[in-house]
């Protein structure tokens, strides 16, 4: 049996641009995804605990009728055992295996499809907890590469390296197509609102590419939150925390004409920069979820708490630590 723990992640700037070859910052956060993985005779058993932050248990052994009554909608239930699915296929591969049997539990407090990368945590960790339970001990960055071709298989080939970069990693990392590294941030204060909702990423990134190929102002727009995330770099080097706040506004500001916004998330951006954050934008794929916002402020977090639609404020620390085993 081994337990390997991987982080959620922010992103800072470029989320869906970054589908593009577009550069993006994610920034791990110290909420993190935890995986079991235990050799057995064969198939593949998966139980899964606190999936959303309010939590839930779903035992889940590939017969969906079995399934009991939960709080998030199945389809998030089935892509999150999607890339458990792909996941134990690239343990098989990294190990020259066939046909292995695992049971594997998940207890994570990433909440679903909420933009903080659940499925990318998920991915890392069950790799690293799956290739060290048949004795194969991988480096981070093979983790980081075989989990993208987890992502990139169920979001149907439409994926970037970002989130799984970022949580094999840790840290806060720098992702442009294949170009994938660490980078030094000043302490960056972040507050996360979460409507309790959810997106889906496949839908969302397929609307935006719709959008990319029929309007040519839409392609543009992805190009200028190319250019935001260079201006953020700069930013970030010289940790102008009120440059990255307004950078975080412009960025919002293009992921909503895009069409990835929701009403909860835009009140919650709203409350954010009005209880005073330096700025405030979604992040992931949008759609529902959870905002960031730049500033660790009691006031920010109370006025994220009062506002209609947000569930729940925290704290969020980034998280220098990536994958890692547990115990
Ligand atoms: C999802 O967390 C981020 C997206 O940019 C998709 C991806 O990069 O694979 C929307």
Redesign the pocket.
Known sequence: MVTASAPGKV?LFG??A??YGEP?VPCAIELRAEVTVTQREDGLRVQANDLSLDGFTVEYDGDASGRPDIDVSDSLVDAAMGYVNEAIAQVEDAAGVEDAGFEVQIDSEIPLGA?L?SSAAVAVAAIDAGTRELGVELAPEEIAERAYRV?NEV?DG???R??TFCSAMGGAVRVEGEDCRQIGTPDLPFVIGYDGGAGD?GA??AGVRELREEYGFAADTVEAIGDIVRCGEQALADGDVAELGQLMNFNHGLLSALGVSSRSLDAMVWAARNAGADGAKLT??GGGGCIVALDDSPETITALEYTPGCEQALRAELDAEGVHTEG
């Open positions: 992103y989320e869906h970054v589908v993006a933009g990368g992502e979001q439409q994926a970037s970002a989130d990423t969302l990134v992931g794929a």
